[in-house]
Antibody
C-alpha cells in the first residue's frame, strides 16, 4: 500500500524558513516523480513543485526562487525547503506521487501538513 | 498555458446522477486530465485519469458509480446513485510544459 506521510509544518514568522518532509513507503520511491501541492484556507488546490526520479525540478512561479524541492532515495523521503515565507504561503501542504508513464498527474496523496506564516 | 475551468457548485438529489464538467482552454482540447475528490475536512483522493477520447482508468477502490467521459475540450465526471458521502469538492488536473495545473474545483451538494 502506498503511504505518504508529511511532517514539519508549523507556525513561522514572515521572512522565515521551514522544511517539510514526506516519508514514502509501499512503492519504489526512486522511480517516481514526486510533487507538492498546497491548499490555502478555504481555497482550491495549487501545484507548488515537482521533482523527477532523476532529480530534475519544477516550480510554480509563485514559489520560484524561494522554495527548493529535493529527495533522498536512500531514505525514501521528499523534502520542501521553504524560505522568505509570506502570509500567502499559509496553507496545508500535500505530498503526492505522480502516476508516471507520461502522465504528470497525482495518483496518491498524503494527509497534509499545515504551514502558518504569521507574526 | 493550459487553464482548466470548473463550475463553482453543483447539486443533485440522493440516489440521482450528476455530471461535473472540466473545460480545457482554447488550443488544449486534446489534453488528458485527472479527477480528484476532497471530502470535507479531508485530504484529496485520486479518482481517475481521463483521456481525450473518453477512455479512463480509475484509482484503487473507486466505486463503479464514478465514470469519466470526454467531448471536445470538455472532460466529464459522472457520479451515479449519489450517496451522502459523495458530497465533496471535485478537482480536475492536467499538465503542460514543466507545470501542473488544477481547476478551481466544483463543490457538490447532495440534497
Amino acid at each position: 500500500e502506498v503511504q505518504l506521510v508529511e511532517s514539519g509544518g508549523g507556525l513561522v514568522q514572515p521572512g522565515g524558513s521551514l522544511r517539510l518532509s514526506c516519508a514514502a513507503s509501499g512503492f519504489t520511491f526512486s522511480t517516481y516523480t514526486m510533487t507538492w501541492v498546497r491548499q490555502a484556507p478555504g481555497k482550491g488546490l495549487e501545484w507548488v513543485s515537482a521533482i523527477t526520479g532523476g532529480g530534475r525540478t519544477y516550480y510554480a512561479d509563485s514559489v520560484k526562487g524561494r522554495f527548493t524541492v529535493s529527495r533522498d532515495s536512500s531514505k525514501n523521503t521528499l523534502y520542501l525547503q521553504m524560505s522568505s515565507l509570506r502570509a500567502e504561503d499559509t496553507a496545508v501542504y500535500y505530498c503526492a506521487r505522480e502516476y508516471g508513464s507520461g502522465w504528470y498527474i497525482v495518483d496518491h496523496w498524503g494527509q497534509g501538513t499545515l504551514v502558518t506564516v504569521s507574526s | 498555458q493550459v487553464v482548466l475551468t470548473q463550475s463553482p457548485s453543483a447539486s443533485a438529489s440522493l440516489g440521482a446522477s450528476v455530471k461535473l464538467t472540466c473545460t480545457l482552454s482554447s488550443g488544449h482540447s486534446n489534453y488528458a486530465i485527472a479527477w480528484h475528490q476532497q471530502q470535507p475536512e479531508k485530504g484529496p483522493r485520486y479518482l481517475m485519469k481521463l483521456n481525450s477520447d473518453g477512455s479512463h482508468s480509475k484509482g484503487d477502490g473507486i466505486p463503479d458509480r464514478f465514470s469519466g467521459s470526454s467531448s471536445g475540450a470538455e472532460r466529464y465526471l459522472t457520479i451515479s446513485s449519489l450517496q451522502s458521502e459523495d458530497e465533496a469538492d471535485y478537482y480536475c488536473q492536467t499538465w503542460s510544459t514543466d507545470i501542473r495545473v488544477f481547476g478551481g474545483g466544483t463543490k457538490l451538494t447532495v440534497l
